[in-house]
């Protein structure tokens, strides 16, 4: 008997005993970015996302102050610049969050894994 029917009948016979997993929801994702190795690159990226709303409030409030048609337009082009910085910065963030993510599940399957071959190890 190879070891892919041992894990399947292992895995049927332990089905009722084993509790699914409960998928991790959004925000517990987002809070716990804020501990262990993210913490600093989240703190980062959200001072960046500030700063540059900033800026881009800045350049909008200008915009509608001058009276100057290049100014106006250089004005634009900035607030513009800056908002897409915003965006640009965010899918960085969450490109990695989603990698960690995905470490975490492999991570995760491993571990069960480990689990199932030393469960069938002991019955075989």
């Known amino acids: 008997m ?12 332990n089905a009722e005993e084993k509790v699914p997993e409960i998928p991790i929801p959004m925000r ?5 970015s804020f501990e262990g190795e ?13 700063v540059y709303g900033g800026l881009a409030v800045a350049c909008i409030f200008g915009f509608l102050v001058t009276d100057d048609v290049k100014t106006m337009i250089g004005l634009a082009a900035l607030a513009h610049l800056f908002v897409l910085f915003i ?7 969450w490109m990695l969050a989603n990698r960690h993510g995905t470490n975490r599940e492999i991570k995760r399957l491993e571990i069960r894994i480990a689990e199932l071959t030393e469960l069938v190890s002991k019955r075989g």
């Open 2 to 13: 190879d070891i892919g029917n041992k894990l399947k009948e292992t895995l049927q016979k």
């Open 28 to 32: 517990d994702v987002l809070i716990s």
């Open 38 to 50: 993210m913490k600093e690159f989240t703190l980062m990226v959200w001072t960046l996302a500030l």
């Open 87 to 93: 965006g640009l910065v965010k899918l960085w963030y």
